[in-house]
């Protein structure tokens, strides 16, 4: 593998630092001086840097900066922050302790908790009767499967009299339409039977003049000698074999293409 | 006859009744899950959790109740005619919300409506702009709605809120009567954190100066 003739840059020399340089970068150093004496250079300052040791402040450094730290918020007035942990109660007690002695943040604080507790109590509101039934007339529920379709339309129709009445009108029109077929082919079976045999009849004759007369087409072809003295036996199975494995091949093709995603896959797509 | 449809309703009651009891122990997710594969009654049992909350956000926006009901219709036909699109990583909540938020937010801004607030517009400032544009409850005595409206909104508070400016009056609304986070509702409304919170802040500066003359 070549080396790269360019030099380093900075970002990749943090790299070589932590061992994360890619190994066709990392061998330029090998080659180049100057990298490498630059490389050395930062790992010497890095080192030392590390070895610096830590410096202690003094005992009393923690009690200074709390000191102020309690000091400073305590007097200042109640910011709009400083209101709305009040009212959660949740302000620490450093800056609470700012309320005994500030009349002015007192009435701010609590005119705040009358207005969120005012606002917190405003009651729901209802909208006129109905909305769902308005809402639904107008929503396209999707269809995934036979079965939600089914639910889809028994619940329509059981939602209102009017599909009930639908439902059960349908239901008494297939109903007797069936059972009067029934009683009507009871009283005529000789003709429904001569009907059947005499369309069965006439069926077969024109499936087998059909088949005469392509094979008679076929046959009087120039090319079908010649196909039939190169379609031996053991061809037309090799053949055979060759159409069953690609039409296998082709139906699991289309099952995966047109499988659905799953509830979970359907949901994760953006 | 009688017994017998007395019966099937019954049966069907009873059953539609199972349904119910089932989907209200469900998450919002859940029963979002069940409507996108295309159950009447999820879709249902997300209109009954959200229809006052929705109603009552976009009222208190609008201030009407006749533009509200249409308004939380088309709200939620947009929602449920979506809901496919609707990511469950985020609250249902949150998003219903955004929607009808939206929707008011879009219908104040086509309006300007200046003859919504009972108080007459906000930026009206001569008496004769806050004259011309008071609702005049008085004049439709005889719609049981306009009555309504006006014991609906006719407290201080409620006319106090009909005052802010459209973006403070969300914000305080999502923030203390529906109670979001800050966080939920600058994701709402597609808003940085620290504005939602001056918005916010500022809101309830105006509502106690409006409220100021009750306490004394």
Known sequence: MMNSPLHLVNEELDLWLDGRLPTARASHLE???????????????????????????????????????????????????????????????????????????????????????????????????????????????????????????????????????????????????????????????????????????????????????????????????????????????????????????????????????????????? | MNVVRFKVASQAASSLMAERLDLASLTDQEIVALAVEGREAAYRELIRRYERPVFSLILRMVRDRQLAEDLSQETFIKAMNAIATYRPEFKFSSWIFKIANNAAIDQLRRRSVQTLSLDGAPNATTPDEIEATVLQVGDRSESALAVLEARELGSSIERAIGQLRPEYRSCILLRHVEGLAYEEIAQLLDLPLGTVKTYIHRARHELRDSLAHLRD
């Open chain 1, 31 to 270: 080659t180049c001086e100057e990298c490498r004496t630059a490389a050395e250079e930062i790992r010497e300052v890095t080192q030392q840097l590390a070895r610096l040791p830590q410096v202690s402040p003094t005992a009393l450094f923690a009690d200074r900066v709390m000191a102020r730290v309690t000091r400073v918020p305590a007097a200042a007035h109640f910011s709009a922050e400083d209101l709305d942990l009040w009212v959660a109660g949740i302000l620490p007690t450093v800056r609470e302790a700012h309320l005994r002695g500030c009349a002015e943040c007192q009435t701010l604080a609590d005119a705040e908790r009358v207005l969120v507790m005012q606002l917190q109590a405003l009651p729901l509101l209802s909208p006129g009767q109905a909305l769902a039934d308005r809402v639904m007339a107008q929503v396209d529920l999707p269809v995934t499967s036979l079965a939600s379709a089914w639910r889809l339309w028994r619940t329509r129709l059981a939602a209102t009299p009017e599909g009930v009445g639908i439902a059960a009108g349908v239901a008494v029109l297939l109903g007797g339409s069936v059972a009067a077929s029934a009683a009507w082919a009871a009283g005529h079976q000789e003709l429904i039977l001569g009907t059947v045999q005499g369309i069965r009849a006439q069926g077969e004759q024109w499936f087998w003049q059909g088949i005469t007369l392509a094979s008679g087409a076929l046959e009087s072809q120039a090319w079908y000698a010649a196909l039939r003295t190169a379609l031996t036996p053991g061809r037309l199975i090799a053949l055979g074999g060759v159409v069953v494995a690609l039409y296998a091949a082709g139906v699991l093709t289309l099952r995966r293409l047109i499988a659905l995603p799953s509830s979970q896959a359907a949901r994760a797509l953006p």
